[in-house]
């Protein structure tokens, strides 16, 4: 081959790659491809550019790239010496003047002012305006220029080499359109369909039909009869309501990472045909759809998740569908990192592309999210639940590092990639400052502990209000001083009691436990109560870990992130049946007391102690407690719920295995049941 074609061919290999390989430098713009930023536009002018740019000028400097062999000396065309060279410019001004016939020369000038010479936000300008340039044109040039020749005189780009350039910008300009629109997409569908099915909550379905329709399509367990209860101890099954919206998160995934694809040929990026082109399009659509699902999956991960003031689904729902986009955006990374290691393999780049700092970020970004996966199952989250929190937010910050850095160090903030990430730290950012503007507005408080038996213990803390539940930290008892965690906030109002101290109480939302009957008399001695106070009270069973430490301790030092959870309206149901098991009482006194209707507890404990402990608290309640024997929860609800006209609400709160019978129990009894009316409420903790 000719010494001067082969130069010819290596720079237009070197301008190939440049347009998916190594660094991109450029202007700052704001906003995303298509929504505030455009690539190519004009598309008739950077294309007549392009075809130039890889043309050596007489200003050109000569730089060696014989790589050890009998080459000639290449070039490299600096910023001066575009904005200066005559032929080029003339040339130029001559390719735009025939290929954008009807635009409106203002904007042509504005494209020659910021882009003849580069892209860059510093830059020399032309020295003669479009207009000039186009007038010191005196005859209609003869020669015709192909991409990648010497251009030393004024010359016709060539037809062919135009068009391919045309093709490829404008097609993938295109292209990266569509992944910022489906990546908006999953964003807004992701948010949007959770409030939206909050809202048919008002619309006046009739009970009964909402009944049945729960029973049937909303409340049990996806498959089989666990919900709560782990399947092999390594996951959790989804409701019925749960798995539409997984699969619907999953189902979009799919469609937007394999839809809206088109190949067009000539095309100068990818001269070799469609395979490469289509496979760069997938590649940077599921990368963009992973940072997308990036910023999904923080959204629903936070407790102070905008999401759970707008619609009536619970923490617990919003956790599981932040596992599930997890696992979905880690496998778009890993795809889309996959095929560039494919292509810079192939094209025999990867050796020197994987020293430069964007492909090192990007690693590192990929191993962390695909370290996070294993490193979160449900064993590892149960066993070492403090663990995993330290390493789950040191590896999603390296995850979010790496992903900004990876397109920094890649496109500077030219194409507004580094935005989907903005937009994670930004929600990321706004959970913790509201956890600590909670903490904060409570200050640091002391904690009264009593211990009931050897099971449960009483924490008092004074001065402090909310409901629901609220996060309890003692840095006192740990050298993990962000250690916290939730239970329910049974009262508000503190009493000193007579003749022991048996205040208002609440339970531990993270973990509960089991089932003679009590009658409902109180002694005299138990109701004098002295003046109320403001403060939270709640009920711990200790088992291990920081909750077990407290029964060595009186009194000590606490945070108090408050308040959680609002509870739900039931008023509009006559009666209000409450399962509860162990401490979870506690998150059923709240419902019980603020119930304008008829209500009934029924209590499974595995002591007498929080029997006697509670007894005050529930003054005035209807109840039937299990005392060491377990309760027949499909009895209970069946002999209360069969046949009753009126419109009934269940509340569950206890341990996993009696949530999911009181979950499976209820369906079936509406399934089989004629005009029953009952709305299914549970009050958990989900690891």
Known sequence: ????????????????????????????????????????????????????STSILTCSEHVDMSMGMDMDMDSETSPDCFATNDAFLQTLAYCIFTHCQGLPVWRLEEYWTMNVA????????????????????????????AVGEDLDEVMIVAGGDYEASYNAHGIFEKMERHHETYGIILIVTGSAIPVLFSLLRFLPFPTTATTKFNAWLIDPPAFGSRHKMPIAGLFHMPTRGQAFMVSYLVAINVILSAVG???VQPNSFYPSGSNREIATYLTNRVGVLSFANIALLFLYAGRNNVLLWMTNWSHGTFLLLHRWVAWIATLQAVIHSAIYLQFYVQDGTHASESKMPYWIWGVIATLSMSILLPASILPIRKSVYEFFLAWHVLLSIFTLV????????????????????YAAIAIWGFERAMRLARLAGNGVKTAQVTVIDEDYVIVDIKGVSGSGHAYLYFPALTWRVWENHPFSVASAAQTQRVPARILEHSVDVEKSGNTTDCSDSDSAER?????????????????????????????????????????????????????????????????????????????????????????????????????????????????????????????VSGPSGMADEVRCAVS???????????????EAFSW
């Not at 130069?7 to 070197?14: D, E, G, K």
């Not at 790496?402 to 990430?421: A, D, K, S, T, V």
């Not at 603020?594 to 005050?616: C, E, N, T, Y």
């Open 1 to 52: 081959m000719p010494k001067s074609k082969l130069s010819t061919l290596i720079l237009v290999c070197a301008h190939i790659l440049g347009v998916w390989s190594m660094v991109s430098t450029g202007r700052d713009a704001h906003g995303l491809i298509g929504y505030g930023i455009s690539m190519y536009d004009p598309l008739c002018a950077f294309t007549c550019r392009d075809t130039l």
């Open 118 to 145: 580069g892209t860059s936000a510093h830059q020399p300008l032309p020295k003669a305006t479009y207009q000039q340039t186009l007038a010191n044109i005196t005859t209609r040039p003869a020669a015709t220029l």
């Open 261 to 263: 694809f088109k190949s």
């Open 402 to 421: 790496g992903c900004l850095w990876h397109i920094l160090e890649r496109f500077q903030r030219q194409w507004g990639y580094e935005n989907w990430i």
């Open 527 to 651: 109701r004098h109560r002295a003046p109320v106070e403001i403060g939270l009270t709640f009920v711990l069973r200790t088992k291990t870990g920081l909750t077990k430490q407290l029964r060595g301790h009186g009194a000590l030092p606490v945070l108090v992130e408050s308040a959680y959870g609002p509870h739900e309206d039931l008023s509009e149901y006559s009666l209000l049946i409450c399962i509860a098991g162990g401490v979870g009482v506690t998150a059923c006194l709240p419902y019980l007391r603020a119930h304008p209707g008829s209500s009934k507890l029924f209590w499974g404990v595995r002591s007498q102690g929080i029997v006697d402990a509670m007894a005050l608290l529930l003054t005035g309640v209807e109840k039937e407690v299990f005392v060491g024997r377990r309760m027949k929860v499909a009895e209970v609800l069946h002999k209360e719920l069969h046949d009753n006209g009126s419109s009934i609400a269940v509340l």
């Open 668 to 682: 079936e009894i509406v399934k089989r049941s004629k005009g029953v009316k009952v709305k299914l409420l549970e």
